[in-house]
């Protein structure tokens, strides 16, 4: 999927559309967005030595899992988180790499959807998480 058909099943915009393609095999979402250096975050994290803030790359890996619901059935809801668990993280995210997220969803209980997902490096891995959040119709 390319940032138009994104847009579609995602309601991020603009500076908080933090996936720019993502891909669906076999109940697996995996994303990818390439850090230029001049988002908003870098500013102030850290000056002179910029790293992508955890937040953000929580916010990737749901982004990356939201992509599965991709439905008719899902169109007009929107995905709040409701809980981190297990975060871990490995390994910065700086400029210039391309981070690649791949998430699955463990669970349903609806409205609850509970995902868990890696995120990579060059194959490092730098992140890894479980997460929940509701799908809540606006």
């Avoid at 995905?79 to 463990?106: A, H, Q, S």
């Avoid at 890696?118 to 490092?124: Q, S």
């Amino acid at each position: 999927m390319n940032k138009q058909q994104l847009m579609e099943i995602l309601p991020h915009r603009d500076a908080m559309l933090l996936i720019e393609e993502a891909e669906v095999e076999d109940g697996k979402a995996m994303g990818s967005y390439n850090f230029r250096g001049d988002e908003w975050f870098f500013k102030g994290h850290f000056p002179g030595n910029p790293v992508v803030p955890g937040v953000i790359l929580c916010e990737i890996l749901a982004q990356s899992a939201s992509v599965l619901l991709g439905s008719g059935e899902t169109k007009g809801m929107t995905p709040y988180f409701t809980g981190l668990d297990n975060v871990r993280f490995k390994k910065p995210v700086k400029p210039g790499d391309k981070f690649c997220t791949e998430c699955v969803i463990e669970r349903v209980k609806e409205p609850f959807y509970f995902a868990s997902g890696k995120g990579y490096v060059d194959g490092k891995l730098c992140i890894k998480a479980e997460f929940s959040f509701a799908l809540i119709k606006e």
